[in-house]
């Protein structure tokens, strides 16, 4: 295996050995892509981390941190049935507003990109899909920029002369992903997806993992429709049971996702939902395991 | 409740939630003991615990354990 992820796969071992069963079972669905991908990866990502006087023993603490949250939260999903926040100033004071909040979780988000398998199925599945719509993308808008890994991959496929305009509500995740991607094709815009309109249309708009953070995604999918121009085309992915820190909106199961999907006026092109654990879909339902959604939609109707 | 009826109920949460009836838990196991006693299950066993038992834990607790015995030892705590 290749020398970093060896180094993360084996620490996470020592600190925590519980888990570390877990990422095992996950690296048997691991192939060569997944090897050269995360190489190059943590290979960025290790430089990026220097540049900013830190290790890959810092972030993996700030995994190890999240994961302790995740536990928490599902411990308390389990007992309630809920997620512990339900509105946004619930959690803009519990996270988004504390920077030292925000930055182990984005490290730790960033780590889970690749020690996650559904992560990386969902990511391959996004970037093989995408070539399909490329020369029909004039505008590209994506809504939740996070840690820029998509971003950076969209920017190897798209056609150059397309432009590409980055939409988030968070200055941290601005700032991490402008240190992963340094490219002046794109335009970063710090601000509420709601209050966004700069009178474009965009032919693709992508949406990772954002619609478990808001309190209405039916309001925002409404939004993304507008912005989309009539043939465009929507990838958004979220989880059904994913108890975490900032996760306001629950999906008990992908029908509601479907019905979501159907109500905000779109039809589904392509869809794939992946579970999040090594386990059967009886025992995945029996303990709510999450499963990570994700669809290519398109307006149903395209006068609108 | 004794701590050995106390084990001997947590042995059948085990062994309910992880599905091996060849479970045969004493106060030394760990998770390096118990093939499938892995961060997911672990949590699933905390909740079935605390529901067989009619207690909650606290996360400074469940993170604390570091062998079946210290589990047991909450549990005692708790209702005695």
């Given at each position: ?22 990422l ?13 991908l995360?190489?190059t990866?943590f290979?960025?990502?290790t ?7 830190k290790?890959l023993?810092?972030?993996i603490?700030?995994?190890?941190q ?5 536990n ?7 007992r309630t ?8 100033d619930?959690?803009?004071k ?13 490290h ?5 990109q ?6 990386y ?7 093989t899909?995408l070539?399909?719509y ?14 820029g ?6 920017l190897?496929?798209?056609n ?5 305009t ?14 992963f ?8 815009i710090?601000k ?11 032919d693709?708009?992508t ?6 953070h ?9 939004k ?13 992915t979220t ?5 975490a820190?900032?996760?306001i ?15 905000a ?11 999040s654990?090594d386990v059967?879909p009886?025992k995945?339902?029996k303990?709510?395991v999450?499963?990570?959604y994700g669809?290519f ?8 | 409740m ?28 760990t ?9 997911l299950?672990h949590i699933q066993?905390v ?24 589990m047991v ?8």
């Open positions: 295996m290749q020398q970093q992820l060896g180094y993360i796969y084996d620490r996470i071992e020592t600190l925590s050995p519980m888990h570390s069963k877990k095992k079972k996950n690296m048997a669905f691991f192939d060569d892509r997944y090897l050269e995360a190489d990866f290979n960025k990502y430089r990026i981390l220097q540049a900013q006087n290790t023993d810092y972030s603490d700030c995994y190890l999240m994961i302790a949250d995740v928490s939260e599902t411990i308390e999903f389990l049935g809920k997620y512990t926040s339900s509105t946004f619930e959690v803009n519990r996270v988004y507003a504390r920077p030292e909040t925000m930055e182990y979780y984005m730790g988000l960033i780590m889970s690749f020690l996650w398998r559904h992560h199925q969902m990511f391959n599945y996004f970037i899909t070539p399909q490329v020369n029909v993308i004039k505008h590209y808008l994506e809504v939740g920029v996070g840690h890994f998509y971003l950076s991959k969209v190897e496929v798209l150059p002369e397309s432009s590409i980055a939409v988030d509500i968070s200055e941290t995740s601005i700032a991490l992903a402008k240190s991607i340094n490219d002046s094709r794109i335009d970063f710090l509420d997806i709601f209050e966004f309109d700069n009178h474009k249309k965009y693709f708009i949406l990772g993992e954002v619609l478990e808001v309190e209405d995604p039916l309001k925002l999918l409404l993304l429709n507008a912005l989309l121009s009539p043939d465009g085309v929507l990838f958004f989880p059904t049971n994913a108890p820190i900032d996760h909106y629950l999906f008990n199961n992908v029908d509601e996702i479907r019905l979501l999907i159907k109500a006026g779109f039809q589904i092109e392509s869809e794939m939902a992946i579970l654990e059967s009886e995945a339902e303990y709510k999450a499963v990570l669809a939609i398109k307006k149903s109707n395209p006068t609108n | 004794d701590k050995s009826e106390i084990l001997r109920i947590v042995n059948g949460v085990f062994i309910d939630i992880l599905d091996d009836e060849n479970i045969v838990l004493t106060d030394e196991t998770a390096n003991d118990v093939d499938e006693w892995d961060s299950n066993l909740v079935a615990i605390e529901r067989q038992f009619r207690i909650r834990f606290n996360s400074q607790e469940i993170q604390r354990w570091n062998n079946v015995g210290e030892n909450s549990i005692s705590a708790k209702l005695n």
